[in-house]
T-cell receptor, first 110, second 116 residues
Framework: GEDVEQSLFLSVREGDSSVINCTYT??????LYWYKQEPGAGLQLLTY?????DMKQDQRLTVLLNKKDKHLSLRIADTQTGDSAIYFC??????????FGTGTQLKVEL | GAGVSQSPSNKVTEKGKDVELRCDPI?????LYWYRQRLGQGLEFLIY????????KSGLPSDRFSAERTGESVSTLTIQRTQQEDSAVYLC??????????????FGSGTRLTVV
């Protein structure tokens, strides 16, 4: 199959860490991506990871990839209200086309 | 241009009318993509252009939907005889040929289409 799946909703308190999970099915995925969509806006690329890596860190963002289990996660440290958005994972399997997950709505509460 | 530009940003149309949505990709980006996002849902792939040819248009939902692209520039998505279920945000993205890069797509802000 070609599915990329995510849980629909995550709620965290400001200052806590958020972990958004994603599973994919295609073992030929070469790159995996995380995008952020704020209300009324398009998608903004946050970070990506090459499939031969298992971790990538970029400031408050940490991406973990378990290729054996086809599991990708995005950890946001010290989550802020400005992090409230929908987060999409996506994978690339060769060529130019990305397949997107269903999106996870992150709500940050005070 | 500096980013992907879509127009109009909002469009309200009557059921049965035709609409045309426009996307200006980033200069030099050879690949262009159209997605549809219904309220509260994920991204639905519509069509992908490489230059002005469309190697993958598997996501176009019906023959009322068509798209074209002029060279490696502007693309238009046309919906004929619009129906209420066509109401959604239509997102356009562009990218260079990826090759060994992982840069991903750059998205426009979308066109919000409402069919009344």
């Amino acid at each position: 199959g070609e599915d990329v799946e995510q849980s629909l909703f995550l709620s965290v308190r400001e200052g806590d860490s958020s972990v958004i999970n994603c599973t994919y099915t295609d073992s030929s995925s070469t790159y995996l991506y995380w995008y952020k969509q704020e209300p009324g806006a398009g998608l903004q690329l946050l970070t990506y990871i090459f499939s031969n890596m298992d971790m990538k860190q970029d400031q408050r963002l940490t991406v973990l990839l378990n290729k054996k289990d086809k599991h990708l996660s995005l950890r946001i440290a010290d989550t802020q209200t400005g992090d409230s958005a929908i987060y999409f994972c996506a994978d690339r399997r060769g060529g130019n086309k990305l397949t997107f997950g269903t999106g996870t709505q992150l709500k940050v509460e005070l | 241009g500096a980013g992907v530009s879509q127009s109009p940003s909002n469009k309200v149309t009557e059921k049965g009318k035709d609409v045309e949505l426009r996307c200006d990709p980033i200069s030099g980006h050879t690949a262009l993509y159209w997605y549809r996002q219904r309220l509260g849902q994920g991204l639905e792939f519509l069509i992908y252009f490489q230059g002005n040819s469309a190697p993958d248009k598997s996501g176009l939902p019906s023959d009322r939907f068509s798209a074209e692209r002029t060279g490696e520039s502007v693309s238009t998505l046309t919906i004929q005889r619009t129906q209420q279920e066509d109401s959604a945000v239509y997102l356009c993205a562009s990218s260079q040929n990826f090759g060994g890069q992982g840069d991903g797509y750059t998205f426009g802000s979308g066109t919000r289409l409402t069919v009344v």
